[in-house]
């Protein structure tokens, strides 16, 4: 059975820090593509970042580019997200995704969400 | 960027009748085309992918269908665990975006 455990999520200033983490099982993580997407308060789905399979190409949506850095360690199965400079926009549950191919493909699986609030 | 519109926002069904939902999409995707459901406090979870393949485990009364820019979920008969919330999804390029969703809420 295919697991995501997101965690690392909670009440940060804005100009600051914080780094989700994912933790993946039931499948192996080397070999797929994963991504981090959000939803802020009553909204939609937004996708934040995407990292392939080993972790060489990495993609961002224009709204965190240059603020967000993804990360993944294949050696213990967990997805990062390193969230820097956060704005009160930021504030969204976080989901870490399994993508269905090693590059790219729609959201197989998706963990439970991990909540960020960006408020002084 | 290839923008998703969908279509209604909401739509209001009776248990039993048919639904159907519309995603068009602002530039061609081919058949990189996905739809996912969310229940309120929930995950969203994948039902459709390809346009037309339903996911593991998904019942019969989800189909998908369309092509190039204009996508269609029909639910044959709504059960009342299909109340819920449906996005679409391009995945042909980046950015990967999400159509703004339609709520399908009871009659």
């Not at chain 1, 994912?22 to 009553?42: E, H, I, L, N």
């Not at chain 1, 930021?90 to 991990?114: L, P």
């Not at chain 2, 820019?69 to 449906?86: G, R």
Request: overall charge positive; some cysteine.
């Amino acid at each position: 059975e295919v697991r995501l455990v997101e965690f690392g999520g909670g009440l940060v200033q804005p100009g600051g820090s914080l780094r989700l983490s994912c933790a993946a099982s039931g499948f192996t993580f080397s070999d797929y593509a994963m991504s981090w997407v959000r939803q802020a308060p009553g909204k939609g789905l937004e996708w934040v970042s995407t990292a392939t399979a080993n972790g060489d190409i990495t993609t961002f949506a224009d709204a965190v580019k240059g603020r967000f850095t993804i990360s993944r360690d294949n050696s213990v199965n967990t997805l990062y997200l390193q969230m820097t400079s956060l704005r009160t926009e930021d504030t969204a549950v976080y989901y870490c995704a399994k993508r269905s191919t090693a590059v790219n493909g729609h959201f197989e699986y998706w963990g439970q969400g991990t909540l960020v609030t960006v408020s002084s | 960027e290839i923008v998703m519109t969908q279509s209604p926002a909401t739509l209001s069904v009776s248990p039993g009748e048919r639904a159907t939902l519309s995603c068009r999409a602002s530039l061609g995707v081919s058949g990189y085309l996905a739809w996912y459901q969310q229940k309120p406090g929930q995950a969203p979870r994948l039902l459709i992918y390809g346009a037309s393949t339903r996911a593991t485990g998904i019942p019969a009364r989800f189909s998908g269908s369309g092509s190039g820019t204009e996508f269609t979920l029909t639910i044959s008969s709504l059960q009342s665990e299909d109340f819920a919330v449906y996005y679409c999804q391009q995945y042909n390029r980046w950015p990967l975006n999400f159509g703004g969703g339609t709520k399908v809420e009871i009659k």
